[in-house]
């Protein structure tokens, strides 16, 4: 008894705080959701701002936008770490330097990565006037906001590459060298050597990093309010639009409470089904 | 394999170099090996003997030399496309597939049918009594378990050479004994070649039909266990197998002026020598030739002998005496050592 008072003792400060946090906010957005603690009239259980939201074609545009922003930049920044990982499993002249360069984007805030990068695919900058000098484009081309969203993922990429890169890593450095070895010895190749080895070992750390991901790029506002396509919100954005320029704090709450449902569900999901392809890949 | 009346070892390496940066690990090693051989690279840590097993697999490639397999060059060939396999030393067993999956790995790369990989599999399982393993994972098996499936799996692809990179190293003395007998009686039934690394003297002399004992990135002495043990020719090959006494001594029509005396040995060359002898050899009492006399120092009981040693002529002998009686240190000690049992050798490779 008093081992286990001893031990939550222990667990408080920490663990304590987020559950106390965590608990508190999904308690308020999903109770906000359905018309309690209302800032804006009164607090009555209602499924009325859920009916009106379900209504909307802007939320269903921004849910479907936002699973798709972050399930592809979570593939593409994972399927872009692992290459950079294993190439630096060993060190080499230089080595240190590419390992820095990787992870150079986690000092650069977002906000100025979003708008750097705006300036630089502009109707006037470098990437048009780079083209129209080499004669590749007779005019300039508009890049910026593009409708499919290719900038808010290259965007995702660039930040989230790091965190990938990191987590795989220190997990395909913690590879042994017999291993790897033995695999090529009994006539692997590099694909199979990746495909039932690398792969299947490294798979923990390969699904932590695309949750992470995930997580992040679904809950974007800032690339998507800097450089995202102007027909669509993202959920974030939506969120943000729906309290501010309507006042609607319970429909606000809605769309929180899908975002947050997209992040458990979703990343849940990618996780297991890359798994799931992880075992196939592996034969 | 013959041509023309030349005959071609299965596997022959010819002046095999390898540096490292500034660090030369192998200054020209030469050696062959016959279909169905066990041979031991042996020495101490350093001495180049991984180094060219790595190259023999494939995972290195050397600065200088010539590698043939079966009369084919090896060196432009990859690790996995080369006839032979390897059991590493931490066993290398992939952690994520059962027993039998890691059998089955190597064949199913090869391109077998799932019917041939099976039959291939279960073969093996019950050739290595690991059949009542075959579904578990490697951290569940013990080190000797382990031992026998990663051998399993580098038989699995049926090379003509295997590699042994010191594979019993982990296990504990017991285990080592009995998974030796069984590498040997193994490699006797199969037929293949065995390439084994070892810095174990034990080992080499219990598996091998020929040793080679490397020091300094070179072959200080190649030959069967008993001639390495009983005739080597230098004073790091005397010490490094076995015991071995060693002191300066003037070899002149025979005889040899020591510090104990003149002894008599077997063969001796001319001038001044190293004589050595096997602590072993010596037999308790004098005898008409070779006999001394000291004054224990120190004694040991190491269960199937004694190892005793004497300070004698101001040198210290060692002795290993059969049997359990005691000796006490400062108790007076004669005993002789036949000629046959005296050689000499050199102090370096020449």
Redesign the interface.
């Known amino acids: 008894m008093r081992r286990t008072l001893f031990v939550l003792l222990l667990l408080a400060p920490g663990l304590g705080l987020v559950l106390a946090f965590v608990s508190l906010v999904l308690y308020v957005a999903v109770s906000q959701s359905f018309g309690l603690y209302n800032l804006g009239g009164d607090s009555v259980f209602s499924l009325a701002h859920w009916q009106a939201m379900l209504g909307e074609r802007r939320y269903w545009r921004a849910l479907q936008y936002s699973a798709y922003i972050a399930v592809t930049a979570s593939l593409l920044a994972v399927a872009l770490a692992y290459p950079v990982a294993l190439l630096l499993r060993k060190p080499f002249r230089g080595s240190l330097t590419l390992s820095a360069l990787i992870k150079a984007p986690l000092l650069v805030p977002g906000l100025v990565a979003a708008f750097l990068f705006v300036n630089v695919i502009s109707y006037h900058g470098i990437v048009n006037q780079l083209m129209l000098s080499l004669g590749l484009w007779d005019a300039p081309v508009r890049l910026q906001n593009d409708k499919n969203g290719y900038g808010v993922i290259l965007l995702q990429v660039w930040k989230q590459l790091p965190f990938a890169f990191l987590l795989l890593s220190a997990a395909v450095q913690a590879l ?1 060298d ?2 790897l ?9 590099p694909l ?1 050597r990746f495909r ?2 690398v792969l ?2 490294t798979a923990g750390a390969m699904q932590a990093a695309l949750v992470l991901i995930f997580i992040g790029a679904a809950g974007d506002f800032s690339f998507q309010a800097v450089a995202g396509p102007p027909s669509v919100d993202s959920l974030a954005t939506l969120m943000t639009s729906v309290q501010s320029t309507q006042g609607d704090w319970n429909g606000a709450a809605v769309v929180a409470v899908t975002l947050m449902a997209l992040s458990l569900f979703g990343s849940a999901a990618l996780a297991i089904l890359v798994r799931g392809a992880t075992r196939l890949a592996r ?1 | 394999m013959e041509t023309k009346g030349t005959f071609v070892a299965y596997l022959a390496a010819t002046d095999i170099g390898m540096r490292f940066d500034t660090f030369e690990a192998l200054k020209g090693v030469s050696f062959t090996a016959e279909r169905g051989e066990f041979i031991t690279l042996l020495g101490p840590s350093g001495c180049g003997k991984t180094t060219l097993l790595n190259i023999v ?3 290195l490639k050397p600065t200088r030399g010539a590698l043939t397999l079966d009369g084919a060059d090896l060196l432009p060939i ?4 080369r006839d ?3 059991c ?3 066993y ?5 597939l059962s027993v039998r999956d890691n059998i089955a ?2 064949p ?3 391109g077998l049918t799932a019917t041939e990989v099976a039959k291939r599999v279960n073969d093996l399982l019950a050739q290595m009594a690991l059949d009542a393993h075959a579904g578990k994972l490697p951290n569940a098996l013990s080190g000797g378990q382990q031992q026998r499936v990663a051998l399993a ?1 580098a038989l699995a ?1 049926g090379p003509g050479l295997v590699l042994f990179d010191e594979p019993l190293s982990n296990l504990d003395a017991k285990l080592r004994d009995q998974v030796r007998t069984e590498i040997r009686a193994l490699q006797r039934r199969v037929g293949f070649t065995a390439l084994y690394v070892t810095h174990d003297q034990a080992e080499a002399l219990a598996l091998s039909d020929r040793i080679l004992l490397l020091n300094n990135g070179v072959i200080e002495q190649e030959g069967a266990p008993r001639d390495i043990y009983f005739k080597p020719r230098t004073r790091f090959v005397a010490d490094f197998i076995g015991a071995a006494n060693l002191h300066a001594g003037i070899a002149e029509a025979g005889a040899l002026a020591t510090p104990f005396g003149p002894l008599t040995g077997a063969g001796v060359a001319t001038g001044a020598v190293t004589i050595c002898w096997r602590p072993e050899m010596a037999r308790l009492g004098p005898a008409g030739v070779n006999s001394l006399a000291g004054i224990v120092s120190s004694s040991a009981f190491q269960g199937a002998y004694t190892d005793v040693f004497v300070d004698a002529a101001g040198q210290t002998v060692r002795l290993q005496l059969p049997g359990a009686a005691h000796f006490a240190p400062g108790e007076a000690l004669s005993f002789h050592v036949p000629p046959s049992a005296i050689t000499t050798v050199a102090d370096t490779a020449s």
């Open positions: 042994p017999a291993v070895l033995a695999a090529r010895d009994l006539g692997a190749g199979d039932k080895v299947p070992l034969g | 697999a494939g995972f990859p690790p996995e496309r032979s396999a390897m590493f030393q931490s290398a067993l992939f952690p994520h790995f190597g199913r790369q090869k799996r692809v």
